[in-house]
């Protein structure tokens, strides 16, 4: 029997995740960013000579993936995003069981596992309780805009590929909506996280 608790934080990028995740940390919580882990995936040997195959051998400058440039490639449609996943999940899965093992050890008792495909991984199967951020995308293209310095154009085309909200709404425990002040989203989550 485990010791900790594991919340499995999601919902498509632009939603507010990075709010929520500091809220959590606040009440204890560890974190497990899959972003990071999704960076340290692409220095595997294995996953780096995959990537390159399916995306272009011209992705590796100075023996690292350009990240920028295979964003574009694998974000463009659904069946590239799908062959990235399939090269990456794996090597991400296991990363994120060894962190989980690490802070365990080390006697976390609540850990969050920030992940924007935390279902598409099928990882929401290990979590306690899966908590996702919802807003209109008008607030969200404006934020994705914002933080990574993208085209409205390009911003659009990562919303396509993703889960709509509408399936967050229906299978995660905790939907949160964000569209308004984020004083208003922080005293939200303070409301929940005590219950979960």
Known sequence: MRKFKLVGLTGRTGSGKGIAREVFEEFGYK????????????????VMINILSAFGADLLEND????????????????STKTLNSITHPCIT?????????????????????APQLFEARLDVLCDSTVALVCDDKFRIERIIKRDNISE?????????????????ENCDYCIENNSSLKELRNELRGIIPRI
């Open 153 to 169: 154009e390009m911003a659009k085309s990562r919303l396509k590929i993703q889960l709509s909200d509408k399936f967050f709404t």
């Open 94 to 114: 296991a990363l994120f069981v060894e962190k989980l093992r690490e802070l365990s050890e080390n006697g976390a008792d609540k850990i969050l596992f920030d």
């Open 31 to 46: 974190v497990i960013d899959a972003d990071l882990l999704a960076r340290e995936a692409l220095e595997n040997k294995i």
């Open 64 to 79: 690292s993936i350009n990240r920028k440039e295979l964003a574009k490639r694998a974000f463009k449609d659904d069946k």
